[in-house]
């Protein structure tokens, strides 16, 4: 008896992962999806089947369970039931352009257009290949989409959200919301935070909000006292968490962010063009703001100031561990970067931006700069000199006297288009028949002076110093840091490059490391305008850095 019941426990593990498995399969055979046509539908049918559609959206969701999912065709719809139509399961919401990036033309919509707005309080939901429009009511939702607090987990893609009072109510608090693909514009009717494409409070989203992710989408033609990010939480015990905002088109709006109470957030990779609020910024920095990152965008013409930090004394304290790095920076009415006193706790950590002038911004520290104007307590020295991506890092960093020599050959080979553009990374493109760039340098300093020839022997594109502009010396080396007496220099300056297409002149920079004898590891790079190429392991060949 007792080694019937030992073989038959081995079993109770198998028999219970195939209980489990068959639960599930069962689960996901149940799933169900419904169907919704304005034209042609009546909410007494069964809406499971195309032929048999429902009429309203709310209907659909009504006869759903959580984990359906429910196809609208193209048509309009009102959802004229009292209040917003509600969303209260877990549910696909497919429109009539689910799957294409709304931030291209494309065809008929699936147009939800109730006064009220949407209410998503399930979580998990996904709405993907809508027209969200019209909604009006100021008092309940104001939004086109209002996700309500505690919900988690939302996504958000391929549609277009106009014409409200505001385009989404942003709450979220466990795993990642997505905002992606959509086109969200003119969200400008009269009521609160009107004008702002994206909007939460301690109100709207609960007192924390976490774990969103914005990116690809298109932002346009939001006007008035909002933002279209505009995180407005004063909530002391709460605020927003691990925001990421990256590689958006912001055009014609007021601003593209307002921030209070923002914890170990990012903003990069955007372009951000022609902002209209006269005086205000960009991007509008308040209150409270911790471990904020500003990376890698463009931020190009505006009324006001590019970045402005202030404290309003509304929620924490002074913002801290703001660092603005890599964007490039250019025609703004009054400054790039504007950091009010008791805005930030020490010193804001701007270096390596390009401020529109290789001389660097101009400011109280810097009175020779030609760009945009930073005021106040902000670390903006190295400045790049020439713009991002690309620009060396190196603006007010003073040479260094020394000199460089070498010469020798590297591997890559990077392919371009006739005009120039970078088609593919060196690394990606292996080399044949053995090394295809050859290189000749001296280079000294003070002043800086020099010569530089490179040849780049497959892609028959010859680079030749015109003038040297600036020489840094440093140590160790870049690609030898563990080498004793190892150094790294970087020199710029102008030069003709030549291809079959013709000869132009362009800004370069060459990056070379000194590794010691016999120079086996010494490395060469070179990058212009219109062309990169390592830094490289030599094939051939020695740096002398002294």
Known sequence: ???????????????????????????????????????????????????????????????????????????????????????????TLLGAQNGVDARFPRGPESIVSDVQGTSVSANNVVINGFTVQDSTVAAFTGFGLWLNPGVSGTQIVNNIIQNNIVGIGLANNGAQALIRHNLIQNNILPGGASGSGIYTDEF?????????????????????????????????????????????????????????????????????????????AAIRIFDNNTNLRILRNDLITGTGHAIRLSDLNLVGGPSSGVMIHENNIEFFALTGLTVDPLAHVGTVNAECNWWNSPTGPLSATNPSGTGEEVVGDADFTPWLIAPAPGGPCIGGIPSTPGKVTGGGQIDGDPLFSPLGELLSLPAL?????????????????????????????????????QSIDRLIISSPGTACPATPGSKHAKFTGSAAVTRSTGTTTEPFTVDVDDCGEPGTMDTFGIQTTTYANGPYTLTGGNIQIH
């Not at 309203?56 to 006869?63: L, V």
């Open 1 to 91: 008896m007792r080694t019937f019941l030992r073989q038959a426990a081995r079993w109770v593990p198998l028999f219970a992962a195939l209980a489990v498995f068959f639960v599930g399969v069962q689960a996901a055979a149940a799933a169900t999806t419904w169907y919704v046509n304005d034209a042609t539908g009546n909410d007494a049918n069964s809406c499971t089947s195309p032929l048999a559609p429902c009429k309203t959206i709310q209907a659909a969701i009504n006869k759903a369970s959580s984990g359906d999912t429910i196809n609208v065709a193209a048509g309009t719809y009102l959802e004229a039931a009292p209040g917003p139509l509600s969303v209260n399961k877990t549910l």
């Open 204 to 280: 709207v989203g609960g007192p924390i909000v976490r774990n969103v992710l914005v990116e690809e989408n298109t932002f346009k033609g939001h006007s008035g006292f909002g933002g279209v990010i505009n995180i407005s939480n004063t909530d002391p015990a709460g605020g927003v968490f691990n925001l990421d905002v990256s590689t958006n088109s912001f055009d014609m709006n007021s601003r593209a962010a307002v921030l209070f109470n923002t914890h170990d957030s990012t903003i990069h990779d955007n372009s951000i063009t022609n902002s209209t609020f006269v005086g205000s």
């Open 429 to 465: 493109v292996p080399s044949v028949g053995g090394s295809q760039s050859s290189f000749g340098l001296s280079v000294k300093c003070c002043p800086a002076t020099g010569n530089l020839e490179y040849k780049d022997h497959q892609q028959n594109v010859r680079i030749k110093a």
